[in-house]
């Protein structure tokens, strides 16, 4: 995590206290993930995979593409537009005069059917299977391609979702009922003057920052937000913070 925000939370006085803790390498590291957004790549990945599988439809024959092999390619048209509507719908969708973004509906659904899909870590191991879909479509020069890319990604999702995934549960270590949940809420800044008692994510991440001392980078803020938007339409509610705090997930 950037030490500067360690310090600006109150945690600790400055960076100094805490470089010793990690070499230049990680520092490094820790770097390049503030700098990449999941999101952008999502987006990119997405667009590959429906790049790639309307060139194996279209143009499978010259590459000896069978018909199990063109039903795949389906397949991976259906999963770009997957990825795009999880991770690359803030880049896609603007909302319209009401507000409501075209695939705000659709992903709401989506989260009701799949939501292991937005959880951070099931995230990854989608993106995994997609990766091993391609892989077996070898030698196909295409697939190959986008295999290498969607295998980064999913490497990166993973380790984004993994340390999403462990902030989550220290977040949801801090209530042991709905009443201290609640207790905590409304003192979060616009919460309770927000028509339907609603926070941003922006006021999200100063809320766990400043009250409970868990801190998200944005990429992990960008996946914790996902995970408790029931609905996601930008907002998360008070019944959505408590239907996630009782979920085993």
């Given amino acids: 995590m950037p030490y500067d925000r360690i310090a600006d939370s109150g945690i600790i006085d400055d960076e100094s206290d805490v470089a010793p803790t990690q070499s230049w390498l990680q520092k490094q590291v820790q770097m390049v993930k503030n700098k990449i957004s999941l999101q ?18 279209f143009f499978g024959s010259a590459f000896g593409l069978d018909a199990v092999h063109v039903l795949l390619e389906m397949v991976m048209v259906f999963a770009g537009f997957v990825v795009l509507m999880i991770e690359g719908a803030d880049k896609l969708c603007t909302p319209d005069d009401e507000g409501v973004a075209w695939c705000q509906l659709y992903r709401g ?10 959880v951070p870590i099931g995230r990854g191991y989608f993106y ?30 993973l380790n984004v979702g993994y340390q999403t ?23 979060t800044e616009g919460f309770v003057e927000n028509e339907g008692r609603m926070i941003t994510k922006v006021q999200f991440e100063k809320w766990a920052r400043e009250q409970l ?19 996601q339409d930008g907002f998360i509610s008070f019944n959505e913070m408590e239907e996630w705090w009782g979920h085993d997930i």
């Fill in 165 to 187: 995934q462990r902030k989550l549960y220290e977040l949801k270590c801090e209530f042991d009922c709905t009443e201290d949940l609640n207790s905590a809420l409304v003192k």
């Fill in 40 to 57: 952008l790549l999502g987006f990119i990945a997405g667009a590959l995979l429906i790049f790639d599988g309307v060139v194996g439809i």
């Fill in 213 to 231: 001392s868990v801190i998200f980078e944005r990429n992990e803020l960008d996946a914790a937000f996902l995970t408790i938007d029931a609905d």
């Fill in 109 to 118: 659904k989506l989260f009701h059917f799949a939501r292991f899909l937005f």
């Fill in 128 to 157: 995994l299977y997609i990766s091993v879909m391609l892989l077996a479509q070898y030698p196909d020069p295409v697939d190959l391609g986008v295999f290498f890319y969607m295998f980064f990604f999913t490497i990166f999702c």
